[in-house]
């Protein structure tokens, strides 16, 4: 049942070629402090309409590390929290913060219009951007990276909540997935991955 | 020995009619804020409740003239997943205090009878489960606050 030690060894390079090929797309390692989802989840890519009503697509966010977060304008706790940590993180980065976006995707896109969205990222930050669209282009984003959400059944006056994914992923100026951190995180830390990409990306 | 047997019943009179006071009389507010969102959604608010009695005090909900609607929530995350619920209650110990703070309890305002600023001031009537209720002022911040300022 053992196999040949030549079959293990070209196993073994075979991984090795795996590794290899999929780091070097996600240019060098870097000593994140948050969770390293280099190589391991899909680079950013979606087709849906930002807060101005334009068509937009992953690839025009290249050039800008990317803070990508999930939620809805009528959630009135947890997305609000969220976005307010991102903005003091946004503030923390000073000058640097020109080069990130916050892309914040609404899983209610039939109450999230452009203009709601627009109004409502900007509260919070100059530099969040709110996306909305088709609810299948919004599920297939949402699938790419794992994440979930549903809509709760409605209240007596048709109101009703999402109950969504809270996590936070980062990617870099190439649209490269590289760190995945949580609402519950601290703030140090994603600020330091945050510094770590965005001094890269001056470099190159 | 009768003027004793006297003496504490006394007493006794003294502490039962002090528990007797309403719940909201041992409550005390602090941190009182909420978070003004864009448009009509809804809001979340948040305060610290300090019980003094010897009895817990229950928050049952709040009401207020500028909201048609004032729910008790709670957010919680499992899972990686965050979830709201409507909760019934909120139990501030005897000698304690019940915390509502982003992404756990808080008051959720909605439909706003006319429009609230960053800077305003609110009133929200907090209800207890006697029947008691507690004033409290409310210092409506910027969406993008982290709390109660300073
Ligand atoms: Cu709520």
Redesign the interface.
């Known amino acids: 049942m053992k196999p040949l030690p030549s079959l293990r060894l070209a196993l073994l390079l075979l991984l090795l070629a795996v590794i290899a090929l999929s780091g070097c797309d996600s240019s060098q390692k870097l000593p994140f402090r948050l969770t390293d989802v280099s190589g391991h989840m899909p680079d950013l890519d979606f087709k849906l309409t930002d807060d101005h009503g334009k068509a937009v697509t992953g690839a025009d966010y290249r050039g800008k590390v990317v803070v990508l977060y999930f939620g809805y304008t009528h959630c009135p706790d947890v997305c609000p929290l969220t976005l307010a940590q991102l903005h003091v993180v946004m503030q923390r980065l000073g000058p640097l913060a020109d080069k990130a976006r916050i892309l914040f995707v609404s899983v209610d896109p039939a109450r999230d219009t452009p203009a709601v969205m627009h109004t409502y990222v900007n509260a919070f930050d100059p530099r969040a951007i709110g996306l909305t669209g088709d609810a299948r282009d919004i599920e297939a984003l949402s699938k790419r990276y794992r994440s979930a959400y549903t809509r709760e059944p409605s209240g007596k006056d048709g109101s009703y909540e999402v109950s969504h994914s809270s996590a936070i992923y980062v990617f870099d100026n190439k649209g490269g997935a590289r760190v995945l951190a949580t609402p519950a995180d601290s703030q140090d830390d994603l600020v330091h991955d945050l510094h770590l990409l965005l001094d890269t990306g001056t470099q190159s | 020995m009768k003027s004793h047997t006297l003496l504490f019943l006394l007493a006794g009179l003294m502490v039962a009619s002090s528990t007797n006071a309403t719940e909201a009389a041992h409550v005390q507010a602090s941190h009182a804020w909420l978070?003004v969102?864009?448009?009509d959604?809804?809001?979340?608010a948040y305060v610290t409740l300090e019980n003094d009695g010897d009895q817990p005090a229950v928050l049952s909900g709040a009401s207020s003239p500028l909201y048609a609607?004032v729910m008790l929530?709670k957010?919680s995350?499992d899972g990686?997943?965050?979830?709201?619920a409507m909760v019934d209650s909120l139990s501030v110990p005897a000698h304690g205090k019940a915390i509502l703070a982003?992404?756990g309890y808080?008051l959720?305002?909605?439909k706003a009878t006319h429009p609230v600023k960053p800077g305003d001031t609110i009133t929200l009537n907090l209800k207890f489960a006697d029947g008691s209720t507690l004033a409290t002022n409310f210092l409506a911040r910027?969406?993008?606050?982290?709390d109660s300022g300073p």
């Open positions: 978070r969102l864009p448009g959604l809804p809001a979340g609607d929530h957010s995350s990686g997943m965050s979830r709201m982003p992404a808080h959720m305002l909605m910027p969406a993008n606050a982290m």
